[in-house]
């Protein structure tokens, strides 16, 4: 393999210091996790409206269990009542101690009383729960229904009503199969003061009809565009983002604080075996330049 754009230590820390997240993830899933990246690996749960949000507290307990870090999807607009996401958040501390979460508005409609994610924030009550970081949503390429205007004002409202209650920030961004608008959407969120730690959401090996049925779903036109025109050729034959890891390495020294968060959709034990190899990959070449 000809070495990558990523010779320093900060570009091999930011493949190295990847999370995934995975769907319903089975026992074997969350054991391959652990057994390819390590214990104290984060491992995003993410809430999809067949799962109860009981079972989603047992899978973030064999989470625990098995040494990696859950960090549980909470999908703001699911809940009915302030007393049941206060309920959640209490089966989620006390059987997995779940100390951090991502705020998510959610597909849920009519919703409760949260209208979104900057509501749970405000009046959840997370900090009483015992929830200590929380990550917020971020979109470089924007969302399908909401202007970036108003996505930006939203970002902010997140921002300042975290920290007024006390919680810790990080962002995750929606996945992308081209590393320029990653790039561009950092560079703009750093000149408008937002130094929060981002993990920049990228599709695990996995074939190209699946990638372009996920971007369809999830509205990820402009990735779906970069696939047609072959900016991620990479991706093709179930392999995964070298050359977008690679990109994005290059330019890593201006872009803060960054990693790779991977999106299992080519199968969680997969993901797992090609990001520890990818941050071994960037480990060795990062020592062979010093």
């Known amino acids: 393999m000809p070495a990558s754009k990523c010779p320093s230590a900060r570009a091999a820390a930011f493949v190295g210091n990847y999370s995934i997240e995975a769907t319903r993830p089975s026992a074997a899933d969350i054991e391959a996790v652990a057994v390819h990246s390590g214990t104290g690996r984060s491992l995003y749960l993410s809430a999809v409206p067949a799962q109860s949000l009981g079972d989603l507290a047992s899978v973030a307990a064999q989470v625990?269990?098995?040494?990696?870090?859950?960090?549980?999807?909470?999908?703001?607009?699911?809940?009915?009542?302030?007393?049941?996401?206060?309920?959640?958040?209490?089966r989620l501390r006390g059987e997995a101690d779940v100390r951090r979460l991502l705020m998510l508005a959610g597909e849920f409609d009519p919703p409760g009383p949260f209208a979104d994610a900057l509501a749970a924030i405000r009046d959840g009550g997370l900090r009483d729960a015992g929830i200590e970081e929380i990550g917020i949503t971020g979109y470089p390429e924007g969302h399908p229904r909401i202007g970036n205007a108003q996505l930006a004002a939203a970002m902010a409202d997140k921002i300042a009503a975290a920290r007024e209650?006390?919680?810790?920030?990080?962002?995750?961004?929606?996945?992308?199969?081209?590393?320029?608008?990653?790039?561009?959407?950092?560079?703009?969120?750093?000149?408008?003061?937002?130094?929060?730690?981002?993990?920049?959401?990228?599709?695990?090996?996995?074939?190209l009809t699946a990638l372009l049925r996920y971007a369809k779903r999830c509205g990820v036109n402009a990735s779906m565009r970069g696939l047609a025109s072959g900016a991620a050729a990479s991706l093709i034959g179930h392999v995964g983002p070298e050359t977008i890891i690679?990109?994005?390495?290059?330019?890593?020294?201006?872009?803060g604080e960054i990693a790779v968060h991977y999106f299992s959709f080519g199968?969680?034990?997969?993901?797992?075996?090609?990001?520890?190899?990818?941050?071994?990959?960037?480990?060795?070449?990062?020592?062979?330049?010093?």
């Open 64 to 90: 625990r269990r098995a040494g990696l870090e859950p960090v549980v999807h909470v999908p703001a607009r699911r809940f009915t009542s302030k007393a049941e996401l206060i309920e959640i958040l209490a």
């Open 165 to 207: 209650q006390g919680l810790r920030l990080h962002i995750v961004t929606q996945f992308t199969f081209s590393a320029g608008p990653i790039a561009a959407w950092l560079r703009n969120l750093r000149a408008g003061g937002i130094d929060l730690p981002v993990r920049i959401g990228l599709a695990g090996p996995t074939s």
């Open 246 to 255: 690679d990109e994005l390495c290059a330019e890593s020294a201006e872009l």
């Open 267 to 290: 199968g969680i034990a997969d993901t797992a075996r090609y990001a520890q190899k990818q941050a071994a990959r960037l480990a060795v070449e990062s020592k062979a330049v010093l």
